[in-house]
C-alpha cells in the first residue's frame, strides 16, 4: 500500500466573468428570456493560479518502541519468501519513521492479567495485542480498548478494499478488532478411509444433493457405529469430540448463541438453543455413537480422539488436522431445522488485534500495522499453503473457503464471569438432568453475570 500522506494544497480561482448572450433560454436552463442584454464590455479571461503543494510533514517517533504482543512469537521467523519480505519492509519502516519494533510473548494464563493492570495503570504493556474476543468483550464494555473509528481514516486500507488488514466482526455493539485477512476453518469433518471401508455414503454429496440435516448426520453415525470384528465390543464408531462445543456449534448451526454477545443477552432458554441441547444430549447419551477414550465424556482432550482412526466423523479445527494419519474430508456442520442460513459453526477461539486505551499516537501505531503488510502476495489466494498442506482434495479447499469460511457466529460466554456454562453442560451430560430444567435452573445466574458485564 502506497504510504498515507497528507497534502496541503491552496487552490486560488478567479470568478469567470461571463457575459451571457440574447436570445431565448438556451442550453443549461437559465433564466429563460429574463437573461440580459449584452453589455458591450470585454469578457475577461478565466485566471487559475496553480496549485501549490507542500511536502508532507515527514513522521519521526523519536525513538520510540513500538511493541506487539501476544500468546505466541508473532515476530516473521524469515523462513518463507512471505516472512523475509515482511522483515525487509518492517526494517524500512522503522528507517522512513524512526521506531523500533517489539514483539512480546506472554504466557496465554498470564494474559489478561497483564493487560488488565497495565491498562488500568495508564500504561498498556502493548501497543497493539492480540485478544480472543471471548476474552476481550469485558475490555470492550469496559472501555479498555479503542474502538476502530479512533485510529482508522478514510484512507486506511481497512475502511477500504481490506487488502491489508480487515474489520473483524463487531463485539458489544462497536468495531474495535482488526486482523490481516486469514482462513478458519471449523467443519464436520470425516475420516474417508474409514467411509469407504464402512460403505457409508460420502458427505460431500449428500451435502451438494441437500441432504445434509441433523438427522441424516445422526444416521451416518448410526451407521458407522460398529462391532466389526465380533468380540461383542464395538471398535468403529459414528462420532468423538467435546460436547460442550458440540453444543455450541449446533447451536449456531441451528442460529442461536448462548449469549446474543451485541445486547450481552442470555439465549440459554431460547426455543432454538433447547432444540440444539436436546440434540447433543440425544447424540451424547441416548444414541451410543460417541467414542470417549479419557472415560470423562466432558474433557477438552475428546477433541484429539478422532485422530485414533476408528471414528467416522468429529467436528475439528484445520489447526488441529495438521497431524492426522488419514485423509479427511470436511463439510459443514449440517443445519439445523432453525437455521438461519448465514452460520455454520460457532466462533468460539476467534483472535482480533486491539489497540488498547492509553496507547500514544494510536492513528501512527495502526497505520505502521496496515503498512508492515504490504508485501507482495506469495500465495494465489488468502490461505493457500496453511489449506494445501491439510486437505488433500480440491473439493475440499473449495468448501472450506467458499462454504465455512467466514460463517461463525461469535461465541463469548466462556469470557463472562460466572456465566454458568460448563455447570448446565455438565448438568446435562454427565448427570443426565433434563435439559430445559438445567436452563431454566441456571437463568437468573446466567442474567446475573451479563448484567454486572454490562453496567
Known sequence: MKKMKVLTAVLFVMMLVVTACSGGSGGNGGNGGNSPEPSGASTPEASQEPVVSEEPARIDLGGRTVRIAAWWDEKPKGETAGEKARLEKMAQLEKDYNFKFEFINIPFDEYMDKFTTTVLAGEPFADVLAMEYKRAIVPVKSGQVLPLS?????????????????????????????????????????????????????????????????????????????????????????????????????????????????????????????????????????????????????????TNTFKDGDVAMS????????????????????????????????????????????????????QIFEEMRDVPPTEEYVGQDWLEARYKTEGDIQIALEKINGTGLISIEEGIPDYPFYTIMDEIILQNQSVTATVEKHKATAEAALQKVGQ
Not at 431460547?270 to 474433557?299: C, H, Q, S, W, Y
Not at 439445523?336 to 488498547?356: E, R
Open 315 to 366: 467436528i475439528q479445527y484445520d489447526w488441529n488436522i495438521g497431524d492426522l494419519s488419514f485423509e479427511a474430508g470436511v463439510v459443514p456442520i449440517p443445519a439445523g431445522p432453525q437455521s438461519d442460513g448465514k452460520h455454520t459453526y460457532a466462533n468460539t477461539a476467534l483472535n482480533g488485534w486491539f489497540i488498547p486505551k492509553g496507547v500514544k499516537d494510536p492513528q501512527l501505531v495502526y
Open 150 to 302: 479512533e485510529f482508522t481514516t478514510s484512507a486506511s486500507n481497512i475502511n477500504n478494499d481490506q487488502m491489508l488488514v480487515v474489520k473483524l466482526p463487531p463485539l458489544g455493539g462497536g468495531e474495535y478488532a482488526f486482523s490481516p485477512p486469514s482462513v478458519s476453518v471449523v467443519g464436520m469433518h470425516y475420516n474417508r478411509e474409514l467411509f469407504k471401508q464402512l460403505g457409508l455414503p460420502d458427505l460431500q454429496e449428500l451435502y451438494a444433493n441437500g441432504e445434509w440435516n441433523w438427522e441424516k448426520f445422526l444416521e451416518v453415525a448410526k451407521s458407522a457405529t460398529r462391532d466389526t470384528d465380533n468380540d461383542g465390543k464395538l471398535d468403529k464408531f459414528g462420532y468423538s469430540g467435546w460436547p460442550a462445543d458440540l453444543a455450541r456449534h449446533f447451536a449456531a448451526a441451528n442460529g442461536v448463541a448462548f449469549v446474543d454477545d451485541a445486547t450481552l443477552t442470555d439465549q440459554s432458554g431460547d426455543p432454538k438453543m433447547l432444540e440444539a441441547l436436546e440434540f447433543v444430549n440425544r447424540i451424547v447419551n441416548v444414541e451410543n455413537v460417541m467414542k470417549v477414550k479419557t472415560g470423562n465424556k466432558m474433557d477438552w482432550n475428546e
